[in-house]
């Protein structure tokens, strides 16, 4: 499989926004003096942490459904 080296940077790049977000949100009282620097993160990344996951998801749609609507469902 071929793979594209820019979407699977911004898939990673996603999914640790992901991660910041809950991680941060499981310690909610513990991590001390890293508060600030983590709620300033996750303000910023809020416009589009979801956002970038349903744009990369959306990116091998067409090329999926081209094989025909039971082999897409098939591989999902």
């Known amino acids: 499989m071929n793979r594209i080296t820019w979407v699977n940077n911004l898939r990673g790049m996603s999914?640790?926004?992901?991660?910041?977000?809950y991680s941060t949100i499981a310690v909610r009282v513990d991590?001390?003096?890293?508060?600030?620097l983590t709620?300033?993160?996750?303000q910023l990344l809020a416009p589009v942490r979801l956002g970038l996951m349903f744009f990369i998801s959306s990116l091998f749609v067409d090329t999926g459904l081209k094989k025909g609507f039971g082999p897409f469902i098939n591989i999902k």
Not at 15 to 21: C, D, K, R, T
């Open 15 to 21: 999914v640790l926004a992901v991660i910041l977000l």
């Open 39 to 42: 709620d300033t993160l996750n």
């Open 31 to 36: 991590v001390g003096h890293f508060t600030g």
